[in-house]
Nanobody
Framework: QVQVVETGGGSVQAGGSLRLSCSAS????????RAWFRQVPGKAREGVAA???????NYADSVKGRFTISSDNAKNTQYLQMNSLKPEDTAMYYC??????????????????????WGHGTQVTVSS
C-alpha cells in the first residue's frame, strides 16, 4: 500500500522559516515529478513548486525567491524549504507525486489532476 507522509509543518512568525519533508513508501514506481500544493479553506488547491527527476524546478510566482523544492530520489523523499514566510502563506500543505511523466517544466505542473499519490497534508500557520 502506498503511503505518502508530510512532516515539518507548524506555527511561525512572519519572516521566519520552516522546512517540510515528504516521504513516500510502498510503491516501486519512479517518481518523475514531485510537487507541493497548498490549500486554504474555501479556495482551490494551488501548486506551490515542482521538481522533475532531473532536478528541473518550477515555482508559483507568489513563492519565487522564498521557497526551494528539493528531492532525494534514493530515499523517495522531497523537501520544501520556506523562508521569509508571510501570513498569506498560511495553508495546509500537501505533497504529490507523478509516476508517469516529467511535467515540472510544463504549465500543467500545477494541475492537481496530474498527480497519482498525495499525502494527507501538514498545516503551516504564519502569524503577523
Amino acid at each position: 500500500q502506498v503511503q505518502v507522509v508530510e512532516t515539518g509543518g507548524g506555527s511561525v512568525q512572519a519572516g521566519g522559516s520552516l522546512r517540510l519533508s515528504c516521504s513516500a513508501s510502498g510503491y516501486t514506481y519512479i517518481a518523475h515529478t514531485r510537487a507541493w500544493f497548498r490549500q486554504v479553506p474555501g479556495k482551490a488547491r494551488e501548486g506551490v513548486a515542482a521538481i522533475a527527476s532531473d532536478g528541473h524546478t518550477n515555482y508559483a510566482d507568489s513563492v519565487k525567491g522564498r521557497f526551494t523544492i528539493s528531492s532525494d530520489n534514493a530515499k523517495n523523499t522531497q523537501y520544501l524549504q520556506m523562508n521569509s514566510l508571510k501570513p498569506e502563506d498560511t495553508a495546509m500543505y500537501y505533497c504529490a507525486v507523478n509516476t508517469e511523466a516529467d511535467i515540472a517544466t510544463m504549465p500543467i505542473w500545477a494541475r492537481e489532476d496530474h498527480y497519482d499519490y498525495w499525502g494527507h497534508g501538514t498545516q503551516v500557520t504564519v502569524s503577523s
